[in-house]
Each structure stands twice: as structure tokens, then as C-alpha cells.
């Protein structure tokens, strides 16, 4: 388990865990975010925003935001 | 045949496509916007269908029943306590799995919904199936495909929404599993509340629904004690967040069914590669800030060298106009006080601000442009890292950029955030975005007095009125809302080529409402100027003696640190906080717009100092009454009045400043 701000540009992950207080960790659960989703890193945070795709949606992620969620490595 | 009256209400994720199907339904002007967040007020729309008048109500973009923001707030409410007859539920057909979530809520609550499956183009180009008739089966609601943005199956959509709906009430349900199931049952036994199906309202309950809880109280039935002991044993059993499991057991249902429905997933596509590329560049670390500034300052120069040319003529228009008229009226027999009210009243009062009108509508075509192409939302993420260091919330950029067109729609616009906290702070600090009706007093004194860089020194007021707001809210901040900022999380949709009617119908929605000023507001404080100049009788007009004149010269003195300590620009100040565009009007009323012309009369009375001063005063000074009594009513009165009040001193004191240190330079 490591948190997604470790992730390279381009791996695919699943997401574990997301930390944070319950009407954040909802909120983002709502949008698509939540344990068990594979997420696809489009960006990872060193040359711009973190940016994030789900299914065919792509989320930006907020500065130091990608440290509360945590993921595994897929193949 | 008696008519039939409906009222339906159309929901759905941002960038759904919502506010296409409205226009489409209803054939109305809203204005449709590619981020979140762009519908921030009610909007209502009517058509007729057969013997059927619908009306339509347009509700903010959500992506859950619960209440994170005011804007799931809004839609929220109006779907629990008007009730209307019938809920559109609009998904992107290309991302069923996420937009359906919102609609399986709805399902629960046991509204009357109508699924319509928007963007079926996109779905069909790339090659994929959708059972609808498996949907149908699992859901047993009407189910309407449709591609608004070309108008496809908008008349199917409407005969679903006129007709008869044969409900299978309560057929649809989710499988929570045994241990969640069980503790519904408990509740479920327990609970009545009319027009609410008992399970939805018991599965309300442990997600923490903090609202339900307070109706059910109200209905006299204590169900609290309940809850909270379903909870305690489902989270200890479940060993993480109860609300957490239901969602997740939600879109293992959705994806489960989404297998079932769909013939092939789809992973990348390939308008998204190019949206990937695209934000490689605009939204890069160290070219994203640049690259937004440069954006900015090519729309000035735009705005600008677009918009001279045809203010000038307006400007020529209006001279001849008020010389032409007065000559008319006197000619015949008209008195000289109405064809004063006439010319230097009415057509130079507001004629001097109609001159403005080509770089106002040029800049919200422009603004408009930006929200179409998808990079407005990412205008947020490029400030992000900035704003955060300062305190500030990536997100409170948006309103801040809107502000740009009018502050009051930028301040709305701030509904979409999460914490109350963020959302005061962006509120305080939008006036000190240069509105569109602040840009005839720019255009004015930088064409009088710097006509060669005349791009460049608005852009430096742009600029001045950007940064100001960060320091500002870095001090709040730090005074009134200490604390975390909630993290940033917003989809980026793909980016695409604005239509020109969508972004021209966005232009003339917003542009239309200064014109209407003009003949409203502005013409009433120019004739109410002029009268005050004219008074008492026998004074020559707009002289010192006059009462216009005797009430400007006692605002005067405070005025004079800054470098315009003369009645005319007291008058202007004052009379500019029931619309900043008067500060031009008074100028225009009070100097006359014919022979000299206005620009010439300026260059007489202010230096370039001194005009830039103002130029900063009138930036910063205060919000427009408008602006006051919309932060009033999205926080208080006392939020109202310290936003005015703090302007006041932080506008005297940054003009007086630039004044005497320039003094000392120029």
C-alpha cells in the first residue's frame, strides 16, 4: 500500500484506502473515487497538477491531496 | 380537452450535458457552460407538448442526494420539498458507471424519474451497445436516448415526459448484503414519514443523513437511539465507514449491471489522448501560470484593438446626437432645461457609457470562449499550488475569474464549494475583480492618458485587483477562518471547439443585462445627477453652487491625498456604488460630451498620476449595491458590510499611496 502521490505517470492502480474526515472521504467516493476503483495516473504531480482517470473521466487532484489516497500497483 | 400542467425537474452530474437539454426542451437562452458549477441559479423554462404545458426547472449539476456543497443543497431540496411531477435524470451515456450512481439515489427515494441517456453519438462512434431494455427491466422507468447537442431524441424525451407513467413503484431495489440489510429492516419497521418510502428513509439514516434525521424527529417519532446502534454494530462488524460501504455496495451494483448492459468497456479515449496532450502544456508546472497570464493578456489586446474602433464611432454617433437633438428641441420650441436634460442629461449620461458597450461584450464573448473550450476549470489547477500556499482553495479561482464579467455571478458561483469557510473568504475578495462595468472608467482614462499602452496598463489594474485579492484573503485568512482547506478534487472535461451560437447565446445573455442597466439604473442616476446639477434654479449648470456641486465638494477633501480632491470626482465615487459605470455617466453628464469631448475635459483636470490613482480607487472602493446585497444574501449582513467596509479603506489608502510616492517620482 503506498500513497498515490508515489505513482508514475501512466501506472494503473487500485485504490485501498482514502483518509480524511467522513464528508470529504463521501464526497469523493461520490465522484467516483473509492476502494477498490482502478485508477489510471495521467499526470503525476511533478510537471503540473495530479491528474487522475477514472473510467473515461478524468479528475484533477488538488496540491498534496494525491498523499491521502492510498493504492496498490497493478501488474 | 383540458390542458394538463407539469412541472419537471431536470438533474444530473456537471458536464452531463444538462444545460443542453434544457435549451433544447425549452428552447430557452440558459447558458451552457463546460465546468462544474456553471448553473448557479434556478433556472425555469416552459414548452407544450400535445395538450400538456411543462414547465422546466434547471437544477445545479450534483453528484450525490447528500449535502456537501449549496449547490446539492439547492437541487436537493427543491427535488425533496417541491416535489415535482417528474425527474429528468441526465447521464453521459460515455460514463455510465459514475452518473448513473446519482440516478440509483433518486430511483431509491422513490421519485418519478425519467433516465435520459445524453451524448449517444460518442457512445455509438466508438463502436458500443447499450441494452437498454436490460436497463429497463432492473430500473422500470421510462429510458430516453438522446444526442442534445445536435437535438436528437428531444421529442421522444418530451412525449416520456407527458405521458402516463405506468410506475412499478418499489420494484427496483439494491442489494445492501445480509448484515446492512438487516439493521434497513430495523429501521425500516420503526419509521413513517409521508411521501417517503421507509427504506430509502432508514438507508438516509446510516448514511448519516443529518436532515432526515430531523424530520423524523419532527414527526414526533425518535428513531435517533436506532440509528445510532445499526451503526455502532454494522461498523464494527464491517470494521470501516458505514457510509463508505453503502456507496461502494452501490457501485458494485452499477458496475454489475453496467457488465450485464454494455457490450464492450472502453478504457482510453482517444478525444481524451489529444486532452491529455493539450494539458502536458497549459497545465505544466512551470508554463501553466504563464501561459494563463499570456492568455489573459491576449484577450485585452483582443477586447481592445477589437473594440476601439467601434466604441470610437459610437463615440461620434453620441456627439452628433446630443448636439443634433438640443439644436432639434430648441429649433422647435422646446425650452432650454429639456433639451439640457436631453443632451447633457439623457445622451451624454448615458451615451458616454454605450460607448463601452463593444469591449463589455467582447470580453464576455471571450470569457465565454474560455468556460466553452474546457479551460476555464483548468485555470483552477494551474493556481492551485499557488493558492494553496497563500491559504486560499484551488477551486475559489473559477468565481474569482467569473468575477471578471460581473461580480455577482462570481459570487454565486461559489456555491459549488464544499466548506462554508473557503467559500465566505472567496466571497470577501471577488469585488476586487474588475468587472466589466468597471472597464469604461479604465478605457476612459487609460485611452485619455496612456492611449499608446493602453492594453497594458488595463491589464495592470487586472492584475493590481487579482493579486490584492490574494493578499487580502491570505490576511482573513489568517484574521477570521483559520484552518484546512478543503482539498481540491474537480473533473476536468475533455476539451472541445466552443459553437459559436453557444458562446454567442452566453455573450448576449450576459451583455444584454449591461444594456438593460443603461436604460434602467444608469439613465435614472444620470437624470437624477443632472437634476441635482441643475438645481437650485438659476445656478449654472453643473457649477460648484450648484446641490450636485455643494454635495461633491464635501466629499472632495477626503479625496484630495489621492490626487482628485475636486467635486466632480467625489459625485462620480459616490454616485458610481449603485453602479460602477455611473462613474463614467456623472464624468459624461457633468462635463458635457459635445465639442470637447469627455476625453479632452479629463485630460484637463487629472495627470497621469492622478488618473491612475482613480483608476485604482474606483477598482477597489466598494462593491456596487448589487454585489452588496448579493454577498448579503449568501452570507450575511454583517459579511455584507465589512466587504464594504474594508474596500472603502483599503481603496482610499492604496490611491493616496500611489499618488504621494508617485508625486515624488513623476
Not at chain 2, 443603461?518 to 434654479?537: F, H, R
Request: with cysteine.
Amino acid at each position: 500500500m503506498t500513497p498515490l502521490n508515489m505513482a508514475r505517470e501512466g501506472e494503473k492502480v487500485r485504490v485501498l484506502k482514502i483518509s480524511g474526515g467522513r464528508g470529504f472521504v463521501q464526497h469523493l467516493t461520490e465522484m467516483g473515487l473509492y476502494p477498490g476503483v482502478v485508477i489510471e495516473v495521467i499526470s503525476d504531480g511533478r510537471r503540473g497538477p495530479f491528474i487522475i482517470g477514472v473510467g473515461g473521466l478524468r479528475l484533477g487532484i488538488g496540491f498534496g491531496m494525491a498523499k491521502s489516497i492510498f493504492v496498490e500497483q497493478l501488474g | 380537452m383540458k390542458e394538463k400542467k407539469l412541472k419537471i425537474a431536470l438533474t444530473g452530474n456537471p458536464n452531463s450535458g444538462k444545460s443542453t437539454v434544457f435549451n433544447r426542451l425549452t428552447g430557452g437562452y440558459a447558458h451552457v457552460g463546460n465546468w462544474p458549477g456553471v448553473t448557479v441559479e434556478k433556472k425555469e423554462g416552459k414548452f407544450q407538448f400535445r395538450d400538456c404545458e411543462v414547465t422546466v426547472v434547471d437544477l445545479p449539476g450534483i453528484y450525490s442526494l447528500s449535502s456537501h456543497s449549496i449547490d446539492e443543497q439547492i437541487a436537493r431540496d427543491f427535488i425533496m420539498k417541491e416535489k415535482p411531477d417528474k425527474i429528468v435524470v441526465i447521464v453521459d451515456a460515455s460514463n455510465l458507471e459514475r452518473n448513473l450512481y446519482l440516478f440509483t439515489q433518486l430511483l431509491e427515494s422513490g421519485a418519478n424519474v425519467i433516465l435520459n441517456l445524453n451524448m449517444m453519438d460518442i457512445v455509438k462512434n466508438k463502436g458500443i451497445v447499450i441494452d437498454t431494455k436490460i436497463l429497463f427491466e432492473i430500473f422500470g422507468v421510462p429510458i430516453v436516448e438522446t444526442v442534445a447537442s445536435k437535438g436528437e431524441g428531444i421529442e421522444e424525451l418530451k412525449e416520456a415526459i407527458v405521458n402516463e407513467s405506468k410506475k412499478t413503484k418499489g420494484s427496483f431495489r439494491i442489494d445492501y448484503g445480509d448484515d446492512i440489510e438487516l439493521e434497513i429492516g430495523r429501521i425500516e419497521r420503526i419509521i413513517n414519514l409521508t411521501g417517503y418510502p421507509p427504506r430509502w428513509l432508514a438507508i438516509r439514516l446510516l448514511e448519516g443523513d443529518r436532515e432526515i434525521l430531523e424530520m423524523t424527529k419532527k414527526e414526533g417519532k425518535n428513531v435517533e437511539s436506532q440509528v445510532l446502534n445499526s451503526k455502532k454494530r454494522l461498523e464494527e462488524h464491517l470494521n470501516h465507514e458505514l457510509e463508505t460501504a453503502l456507496v461502494e455496495k452501490r457501485y458494485a451494483f452499477l458496475s454489475g449491471l453496467i457488465k450485464e448492459s454494455i457490450s464492450k468497456k472502453y478504457d482510453l479515449l482517444e478525444q481524451l489522448e489529444i486532452s491529455d496532450r493539450i494539458d502536458r502544456i497549459l497545465l505544466n508546472r512551470y508554463l501553466g501560470i504563464p501561459i494563463f497570464l499570456g492568455m489573459m493578456w491576449l484577450l485585452f489586446q483582443f477586447v481592445f484593438t477589437l473594440g476601439n474602433p467601434i466604441s470610437d464611432g459610437i463615440k461620434i454617433f453620441m456627439g452628433w446626437l446630443g448636439e443634433s437633438t438640443s439644436y432639434g428641441i430648441e429649433r422647435f420650441g422646446g425650452s432650454k432645461w429639456l433639451s439640457s436634460l436631453v443632451s447633457d442629461g439623457i445622451i451624454g449620461g448615458v451615451g458616454s457609457v454605450l460607448v463601452f458597450l463593444p469591449p463589455i461584450f467582447l470580453l464576455f464573448l471571450a470569457i465565454a470562449i474560455l468556460e466553452a473550450s474546457g479551460y476555464m476549470a483548468r485555470a483552477a489547477f494551474v493556481m492551485d499550488r499557488f493558492m494553496h500556499a497563500l491559504g486560499l482553495h484551488g477551486k475559489s479561482f473559477i468565481p474569482m475569474v467569473m468575477g471578471f464579467g460581473c461580480n455577482i455571478p462570481g459570487i454565486m458561483a461559489t456555491r459549488t464549494m464544499e466548506s462554508q469557510k473557503d467559500r465566505i473568504l472567496t466571497i470577501l475578495v471577488i469585488p476586487l475583480m474588475s468587472c466589466t462595468a468597471r472597464l469604461p472608467i479604465y478605457t476612459l482614462f487609460a485611452g485619455a492618458f496612456f492611449a499608446e499602452n493602453q492594453g497594458w496598463v488595463v491589464f495592470s489594474i487586472y492584475l493590481l485587483g487579482i493579486i490584492l485579492a490574494i493578499i487580502v484573503a491570505r490576511i482573513f485568512k489568517g484574521l477570521f477562518f483559520k484552518g484546512e482547506v478543503f482539498p481540491l478534487i474537480m473533473e476536468l472535461p475533455p476539451y472541445c471547439m466552443p459553437t459559436l451560437k453557444g458562446v454567442l447565446i452566453h455573450m448576449w445573455e450576459r451583455g444584454s443585462l449591461f444594456i438593460k442597466k443603461a436604460g434602467t439604473i444608469i439613465l435614472g442616476c444620470v437624470v437624477l445627477i443632472w437634476l441635482l446639477a441643475s438645481l437650485p434654479l438659476g445656478v449654472e449648470y453643473a457649477s460648484k453652487e450648484s446641490l450636485i456641486g455643494q454635495i461633491g465638494s464635501f466629499f472632495a477633501p477626503f479625496l484630495k491625498p489621492a490626487g482628485f480632491g475636486f467635486w466632480q470626482a467625489g459625485v462620480a465615487l459616490l454616485f458610481g456604488i449603485l453602479a460602477k459605470e455611473v462613474v463614467v455617466g456623472t464624468f459624461g453628464t457633468l462635463y458635457g460630451v459635445k465639442e470637447a469631448g469627455l476625453t479632452n475635459v479629463i485630460q484637463e483636470v487629472f495627470t497621469p498620476l492622478s488618473a491612475y490613482a482613480f483608476m485604482v480607487m474606483s477598482l477597489i472602493y466598494i462593491p456596487c449595491i448589487a454585489a452588496i446585497a448579493t454577498i448579503k444574501r449568501e452570507t450575511n449582513w454583517k459579511w455584507a458590510l465589512f466587504a464594504a467596509g474594508y474596500s472603502i479603506l483599503l481603496g482610499w489608502l492604496l490611491a493616496t499611496g500611489i499618488y504621494q510616492v508617485g508625486k515624488i517620482f513623476f
